[in-house]
Antibody
Framework: EVQLVESGGGLVQPGGSLRVSCAAS????????MHWVRQAPGKGLVWVSR????????SHADSVKGRFSISRDNAKNTVYLQMNSLRADDTAIYYC??????????????WGQGTLVTVSS | DIQLTQSPSFLSASVGDRVTITCRAS??????LAWYQQKPGTAPKVLIY???TLQSGVPSRFSGSGSGTEFTLTISSLQPEDFATYYC?????????FGQGTRLEIK
């Protein structure tokens, strides 16, 4: 069964750091672009970051640029999001998602269950 | 950044109704658009990609159309399990922006 499982969320103080992980199973994640998407409580979906299959290229939303970094360990089938200088408006459920190319068109066809990050003093 | 504007933001409908949700892009994204369904407490699920291709396993009552800057998601006959929030997403350029969502509720 194809599955993405996030972990590592929790309560962190403003200015603090946290690393969340996304473990893939049932497929070889090293063949896929992987993304992080977040959703603040009661709000919509916001794209955060992405990493290419071999980990050599990444990009981030302007709102997290310079504070968040994305990485992957293909030997462990795991993608990470390192979040530094956290702010209250980073509070959200963080989802990892797999991007699949079907006939030249991508979509996020597999999602994890999400991990909640709460930034509060 | 490419902005996506969905309309309406809220829709009240009955089982058996035909409903249409529109997504307008701030610039031409050809057909690089996907639609997702999200139910409370769960992750989004892809319904449509490439503007009109149905994801495997998604019921045929869902359909998508459009290209360029205007797209639609249509549900031909609403079923009880379709009441959820729907999002469009552009996959033409980074950042991969989403629409603000359309909440579909039972009348």
């Amino acid at each position: 069964e194809v599955q993405l499982v996030e972990s590592g969320g929790g309560l962190v103080q403003p200015g603090g750091s946290l690393r969340v992980s996304c473990a893939a199973s049932g497929f070889n994640s090293s063949n896929y672009w992987m993304h992080w998407v977040r959703q603040a409580p009661g709000k919509g979906l916001v794209w955060v970051s992405r990493i290419n299959p071999d980990g050599s290229s990444d990009s981030h939303a302007d709102s997290v640029k310079g504070r968040f970094s994305i990485s992957r360990d293909n030997a462990k089938n795991t993608v990470y999001l390192q979040m530094n200088s956290l702010r209250a408006d980073d509070t959200a459920i963080y989802y990892c998602a797999r991007a699949t190319d079907s006939s030249g068109y991508f979509s996020f066809d597999q999602w994890g269950q999400g991990t909640l990050v709460t930034v509060s003093s | 950044d490419i902005q996506l504007t969905q309309s309406p933001s809220f829709l009240s409908a009955s089982v058996g109704d035909r409903v249409t949700i529109t997504c307008r892009a701030s610039q031409d994204i050809t057909r690089y658009l996907a639609w997702y369904q999200q139910k409370p407490g769960t992750a989004p699920k892809v319904l449509i990609y490439g503007a009109s291709t149905l994801q495997s396993g998604v019921p045929s009552r869902f359909s998508g159309s459009g290209s360029g800057t205007e797209f639609t998601l249509t549900i031909s006959s609403l079923q009880p399990e379709d009441f959820a929030t729907y999002y469009c997403q552009q996959l033409d350029r980074y950042p991969r922006t989403f629409g603000q969502g359309t909440r579909l509720e039972i009348k």
